[in-house]
């Protein structure tokens, strides 16, 4: 039988029940004004984006508003709707909420059917018995998140946690209560969508996938689960995909079965950069009768993904090997792209992973102090490419291992593991972030008095899950991770790392003097964009300590830490815009000397996941795209250091090499040209080395004395090319060098594509850059960070939905070079 053959009896039926709800305040710290109000609510949606979308309360994106809507999350909220019901001969009625934000108590026509305590899993809960013919009443009460996370703490005991709030002690995202890039906004409201499901006989529970590759043959082993009304009734299940199909009766009372199907000469599927992402329909129908009665559908890939950690002479590799071939990972970490996550859609996604592939990388990692993403994240990941790591969500904190989290945990794994593992983007499973690293540096130890801390969920628990549900998956116990307890977490030697002593306490230079075999997180600050900081900071006079400034910098030191790590390389400005330029730059460079370091490390080290990509809120940060959605500076940082070729001058102890990373589909043959040059573009020496590289791979050339001994270390360079590709190496720092004041001549024309500016350099420009958005908030340019020898020219695309003026862009406000920063201070 045909999946196409099939007729549909009874056919089982969902109803969204999202629209009549209304929201009130009933409990804890109510300001007066709100005692007795009844606003609209929005479903799926949150009680700030309610209390927003009536007018009542400020956005707290802006100014110090913050401080302002604190109370909601010290209060009780109840949603309220009402929903008309008729039998219509199914069996079961189930009342099924996708996600509940998150210690709720629900009622049906005044009977509580759940008291929920989990953000992170779903609930289904049977009302058939409750239901009335004509209207009913759904009604959820929220307790305040900041009152339950502290009596949780207080009943299962203190442990250690970052930040203010016990975020620890509740399976709510942690950075809802605030971050070091993150407002605190805790939330609660219906924040997924909720539905009636009525059906009778039996429905599809789960579906889990299990896909291998042999050869050139794709295999899926179909995982099913059902849940029955009836168990005495026999149903059977057809699954198919790419033409191929096979069916198996499942008896009366037996709820779980496999199907096997085989596809030959099957197209696999690759991470961006490495081949195409073909993705196969796979369906899954439910039958009684020879009728349909259940269906589930989604696209698969076929694909082999390790994550390695092997013993070998150097310590622990850690690398990703996809369909056989070993993948430098250039990648970002990924937190909620909004404070509000339920205003996060799938074009705003969408907009979010252009960017990631702007920005040439091809992995995300879903930080664990966040959600668990929506599908359309993972559907987005699966047909562009792009690779996900998944925490499984714990982060810097220690956790109860005694109920009743235990059982929440599990039945959150179990919804997740259940939920994504079909996707063929999903590369790893991990513990969590940074909490066995904690527990051994940050003197955890000693504060969890020998209670519990989290190291059965890492252990026991989660890889177990992982191995039953995902068989074909990978998983680590954290980030950063070893390959084993017996072995220092953090030891840059043996598996993932995170470096956060550069930024904190050590400056950016000092990343050359690590030598890690992957790194999962490192960062360098850097504010929002210049629109984005006008549009939410009023502070006049604006400046880097004017208190909306101090409000969006929620890093401890913040401030402190970008003046430390700018004036050994640029001068601190006085000019606030001056200052914003310095610091955008600054970030750029740091995180450029990082990765320029740890891709000529290739193939010890086998890959990158800077912190982090996004913004959940206008805020001075690690991110490369600010909470409004603009790309910073560092975004063309990485688009230039993720090339799939990428040139770069490296110290080796006394002597200087250019390291060759050709990460290119194709091979690398050519004339690598490498040159001591003055500024004003004076040849002092020069060597020329034929080179021929094969597809991913990476070669190291010394620097000849006669062109690495430098004559003048405030005036000369060195510049390695090949190809279209270059790199630069500077003897001083730009502040400390003879760098000339900036010369240049610009010219601006429209065009059909909007406006092209041209450039010519008359002397050495460093880091040319145009900052747009001053310009036009939505002005897009196409590349920054430029640098041009004397004589050179380079031509700038800038795109904008709006008619803005040419001339504008010319302005010495918006193209900014690090010789300007240098030529201002010294003059």
Not at 282 to 301: C, H, K, M
Not at 631 to 654: I, S, W
């Amino acid at each position: 039988m045909s999946i196409t053959d099939i007729t549909t009896a009874r056919p089982s039926r969902t109803r969204a029940l999202h629209e009549g709800w209304s929201l009130r305040a009933v409990g804890g710290a109510i300001p007066e004004s709100f005692s007795d109000a009844s606003i609209p609510a929005t479903v799926p949606g949150l009680v700030h984006t309610d209390l927003l979308a009536a007018g009542l309360i400020p956005d707290p994106f802006l100014d110090r508003n913050e401080h302002k809507v604190t109370w909601i999350g010290s209060t009780d909220w109840e949603y309220r709707t009402t929903f008309d019901w008729a039998p219509d001969g199914h069996d079961r009625h189930d009342l099924v909420f996708d996600g509940l934000d998150t210690v709720a108590r629900v009622a049906v026509n005044g009977e509580v059917i759940a008291e929920t305590r989990n953000q992170h899993r779903t609930y289904r809960i049977d009302v058939t018995r409750l239901l009335r013919e004509g209207e009913n009443t759904l009604v959820v009460h929220f307790e305040s998140p900041v009152a339950a996370a502290d009596r949780a703490s207080l009943e299962i005991g203190y442990r250690p946690h970052t930040y203010f709030h016990p975020f620890n002690a509740l399976r709510k995202a942690a950075c809802n209560f605030g971050w070091d890039w993150g407002l605190d906004a805790a939330s609660a409201g219906i924040w997924k969508p909720v539905s009636l499901h009525s059906w009778s006989g039996a429905r599809i529970a789960a579906v889990r996938p299990v896909v291998t590759v042999a050869g050139a043959e794709g295999r899926v082993s179909v995982h099913v689960d059902v849940e029955r009304s009836r168990s005495e009734a026999p149903v059977a299940l057809l699954a198919t995909i790419a033409g191929v199909e096979t069916t198996l009766e499942l008896a009366a009372g037996k709820t779980s079965t496999v199907l096997e199907l085989s596809v030959a000469d099957v197209d696999l599927w690759w991470p961006r950069g490495y081949g195409e992402q073909p993705l196969y329909d796979l369906q899954v129908a439910l039958l009684e009768g020879g009728e349909q009665i259940g269906d589930w559908t989604s696209r698969i890939g076929f694909r082999t993904i390790r994550v390695e950690l092997e013993p070998d002479a150097e310590g622990t590799s850690f690398r990703f090997v996809v369909n056989g071939v070993p993948v430098w990972i250039r990648g970002a970490n990924w937190i909620p792209d909004d404070a509000f996550v339920t205003r996060v859609d799938r074009d705003r996604l969408s907009r979010r992973l252009d960017q990631a592939e702007f920005a040439n990388m091809n992995l995300l990692r879903i930080w664990g102090g966040g959600y668990y993403e929506s599908d359309d994240f993972y559907e987005l990941c699966d047909e562009r490419g792009i690779l996900v790591w998944q925490d499984f969500l714990f982060a810097c904190a220690a956790y109860a291992e005694e109920e009743p989290l235990w059982s929440e945990v599990e039945a959150e794994a179990r919804d997740n593991i259940t939920r994504i593992m079909p996707h063929p983007s999903l590369a790893l499973w991990n513990g969590n972030n940074e909490n066995i690293w904690g527990f051994e540096e940050w003197g955890w130890e000693k504060r969890v008095q020998g209670r519990t801390w989290g190291m059965g969920y890492y252990l026991d628990l989660l890889p177990g899950l992982v191995a039953e549900l995902d068989p074909a998956g990978n998983y680590t116990a954290g980030s950063p991770w070893s390959g084993t307890p017996e072995i220092p977490a953090n030891d840059p030697d043996h598996g993932s790392v995170h470096l956060w002593e550069l930024w904190n306490r050590v400056d950016y230079p000092a990343y050359r003097d690590v030598s890690p075999r992957f790194v999962a997180e490192f960062g360098w600050q850097g504010p929002a964009t210049w629109s984005t900081i006008q549009r939410s900071i009023s502070d006049w006079p604006l400046t880097p300590e004017s208190p909306g400034m101090i409000h969006h910098q929620k890093a401890t030191d913040g401030n402190d830490k970008l003046t430390d790590g700018l004036v050994a390389h640029l001068p601190l400005p006085d000019d606030t815009e001056d200052w914003h330029w310095a610091m955008s730059l600054n970030q750029a460079n740091a995180v450029t000397v990082a990765i320029e370091h740890f891709r000529s490390l290739s193939p010890r080290c086998m890959g990158s996941v800077v912190w982090q990509l996004n913004d959940c809120w206008p805020v001075t940060s690690w991110a490369a795209v600010d909470g409004d959605e603009r790309a910073k500076p560092l975004l063309y940082a990485l688009r230039h250091v993720y090339a799939d070729r990428l040139v770069t001058v490296q110290p080796r102890g006394q002597r200087l090499v250019v390291a060759v990373l050709n990460d290119s589909p194709d091979a690398l043959d050519g004339d690598l040209v490498v040159r001591r040059l003055r500024f004003d573009g004076t040849e002092l020496a020069s060597a020329t080395v034929p080179l021929s590289l094969e597809r991913r791979s990476s070669t190291e050339v010394d620097v000849p004395e006669r062109v690495a001994q430098v004559g003048s270390a405030r005036d000369e360079l060195i510049v390695a090319t090949i190809g279209g590709d270059r790199g630069f190496w500077y003897f001083s720092e730009a502040r400390d060098s003879n760098i000339p004041a900036p010369s240049f001549t610009a010219e601006v024309r429209r065009d059909d594509e909007g406006y092209a500016v041209s450039i010519h350099a008359d002397g050495f420009l460093r880091d040319l850059t145009l900052l747009v958005d001053k310009v036009a908030p939505d002005a897009v340019v196409d590349d920054q960070l430029v640098t041009l020898l004397p004589g050179e020219d380079v031509v700038f695309r800038v795109r904008s939905a709006s008619e803005i003026d040419g001339e504008a862009l010319l302005s010495t406000r918006v193209i900014r070079t690090a010789n300007q920063l240098v030529e201002d201070w010294s003059r």
